[in-house]
């Protein structure tokens, strides 16, 4: 676990992440958001704090240009993966990878994440900005991921839109999970796509962090 105070060590990571380039070519349907350096480097500060990235095994999924891994990877991990099912972000990633400088080698995989195409040896944690669904042909991504998690990882970190609690609950529940720490979280949004109709906006999110059996 990274010494120092709570504050400072959140900041200092948000500031190694915030060299992390973002899409050159964002697609809609796979709705493909760079998550926000704060923003990673809170969920990984609290998957440390938790003993859940220091020497574990760490899965990023969906992980587009690699920012959840490589905050994943500068705190120590026995391994880190990111995986996407688009190549184009995946080799930012590695190009991100070098940016950063992290001690820990991150393994890039292209991959469908719902087709459960990883099978650690051992617990692994997952961290995970899964796509929310908001797409039409899209509903229940999230759904899907989690439903991944569940099945290769000893416990998961993931970010949903607000008002996900009742959803979250009820999941963890039904697949043997309890759902043990959740914080607010606000997502700065760059107009990227069409149906966007201002230069930038902030949507409320949640993280949750699950423990599955």
Known sequence: MTEGTPGA???RLAQ???VVAGFEDPR???EQYHTPPDLAA???HVADLQGDVEGQTVLDLGCGTGMLALGAALRGPERAVGMDI???PLSTARENERRVGAMTDVSWVRGDVTAVPLAPNGPATVLMNPPFGAQSGNEGADRAFLQ???EISSVSYSVHNAGSESFIEAFAGDNGGTVTHAF???FGLPKQFDHHTSASR???TEVYRIEWV
């Open 148 to 150: 991944t998690a569940t």
């Open 42 to 44: 809170h969920i990984v």
């Open 9 to 11: 060590t959140r900041r």
């Open 184 to 186: 607010a979280a606000e």
């Open 16 to 18: 190694e992440l915030a």
């Open 202 to 204: 902030s949507i409320d």
């Open 28 to 30: 809609a349907p796979l």
């Open 86 to 88: 688009d190549p184009a």
